[in-house]
């Protein structure tokens, strides 16, 4: 039988669901309480979307974020577990989905900002998420990534693209089974930008008070295929 990763990935959050919505919600990564979230929040809402679909929502804490701040948002994510959970908060609304199935068809709505929240971790997964983004978007609809800044990684992987063994390190004990990461340096991630409709994204790096370094890399890019 071959390996394949695209379904280990998903494998992973399917025995990882109990302890990730304990670490959200709990407030245990550290980066997330000191940078990542507010950073996320803060590309979204200066942009001033009416309509966002959060793509691999897991828990949901983002959706409710943003429908706490008037925005109409939709949470996908292919983990009914996540999806219940985040249903049972009473904030947005939620469907069970893979990236795969993302199109006009199976979602009946369009939306002015897609956000993918350190939710892209594939190969395949993530060409087909950039795939749907001109039928998911309105004319003029903006995606926003936030993912690990590729620079972070350069000491555990080759530079060059490719699958790298995951881990859990940092995380909780309650955590097992991590699944492997296509490691994208910079130019592949704008690559997808600009092969999919997209002007050339802009890059925010959110910095780490504590180490001064990136924290993360933010890529915020304007549709303009479908105008
Ligand atoms: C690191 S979690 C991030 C969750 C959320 N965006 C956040 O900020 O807390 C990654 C999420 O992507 C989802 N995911 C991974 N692959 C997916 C796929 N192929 N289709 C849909 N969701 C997927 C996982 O189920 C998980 O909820």
Redesign the pocket.
């Known amino acids: 039988m071959s390996y394949d990763p ?1 379904s280990k ?2 494998n992973s ?1 399917k025995k990882n669901v109990d302890p ?1 919505i304990r670490a ?1 919600r709990d407030h245990e990564i550290e980066t ?1 309480q000191l940078v990542t979230n507010k950073a ?1 929040v803060d590309a979204i809402l200066y942009l001033s979307p009416k309509s966002v679909i ?6 949901g ?2 959706v409710r974020e943003l429908v706490g701040r008037g925005v109409n948002t939709l949470g ?4 009914r577990e ?1 999806v219940e959970s985040a249903k049972k908060e009473n904030s947005g609304r939620y469907r069970v ?4 199935e993302l199109s006009y068809q199976t979602l009946g709505e369009r939306f002015d900002m897609i956000v ?4 892209l ?2 190969s395949k ?1 993530v060409e087909s998420v950039f795939h749907s983004t001109a039928e998911v978007l309105n004319p003029n609809g903006v995606l926003v990534i936030q993912t690990l800044h590729p620079d972070n990684h350069q000491g555990e992987v080759s530079a060059s693209e490719g699958w790298v063994e995951g881990s859990w390190s940092g995380f909780s004990r309650e955590f097992c089974d991590p699944a492997p990461w296509y490691y994208r340096p910079l130019e592949s991630w704008i690559k997808l930008f600009t092969d999919s409709g997209f002007e050339m994204p802009k890059i925010i790096e959110p910095a780490n008070p504590i180490t001064g370094k990136p924290a993360s890399i933010i890529f915020v890019g304007n549709h303009v295929a479908n105008c």
């Open positions: 695209e990935i998903i959050w990730w959200v997330r996320i959060d793509i691999g929502c897991g828990e804490w983002l996908i994510d292919v983990i996540f989905l893979n990236y795969d993918c929240n350190f939710s971790f594939g997964s």
